[in-house]
């Protein structure tokens, strides 16, 4: 009983995840407000996150501030051409809503463009969080883990869609959306995309190794 409720015990480690995710999802919600920043704030947000799970996060609000100057400029990109597509489609669904024949195709359209953004918007700001990509280079690689782990990426979806509905369809809930309504479902989901990405690290050492082994090899043969 007694490690329960210790510094090591299972309570102790739920409350402090809490806390760290309240502290998250407020921070995340302060630098998200100018909108254009949103994106570096998701990305900041799913950096640290990633720490928690490492064990590693030390002092949240320092490491997520740190983080967010350096995203603005990877970030940034990111977002703004989401939010465009985004507001493209609901352009396109608004245009066309109630109308039949070709505007209901259209519609389907704007359904699957939807759920692709969706999908590649649970890998996007996490990708640009813990690697250093191009604009470009992140969107493909986005793209080939949203297919790829076709499976990790729907629970994601789902993960990011039922509990901020939950959260913001129940007035009685609202409190607990503004204190962990975005953090704790990105939790859930760094928890399915943090075996993918270790294994991506795993690969870039090893390829680094045989390199430094390549040319230590042409060195000595010379």
Known sequence: MGNLFSTDGFLWRVMRDLT????????????????????????????????????????????YLKQFRGNLRSATPLWLIMLVSGGLLMFEYSAFKGQGGAGRIVI????????FLSML??????????????TAGCFRNACILCISKLFRTAAMVLIMSVIPFILTHDLRLAPLALLIGISLPSYFCALIYHPVFDEMIKKGQKMEEEEI?????????E
Do not use: R
């Open 20 to 63: 760290s995710l309240v502290v998250i999802n407020l921070i995340t919600i302060v630098c998200s407000l100018p909108i254009v920043t949103a994106g570096a704030a998701v990305a900041s947000m799913h950096y640290v996150l990633y720490q928690m799970i490492e064990d590693q996060e030390g002092h949240i609000v320092p490491s």
């Open 108 to 115: 389907v359209f704007v359904y699957a463009g939807a759920l």
């Open 121 to 134: 918007g649970v890998w996007l700001f996490p990708l640009t969080a813990k690697f250093v990509y191009t």
């Open 213 to 221: 082994e390549e040319e230590s090899d042409s060195q000595k043969e």
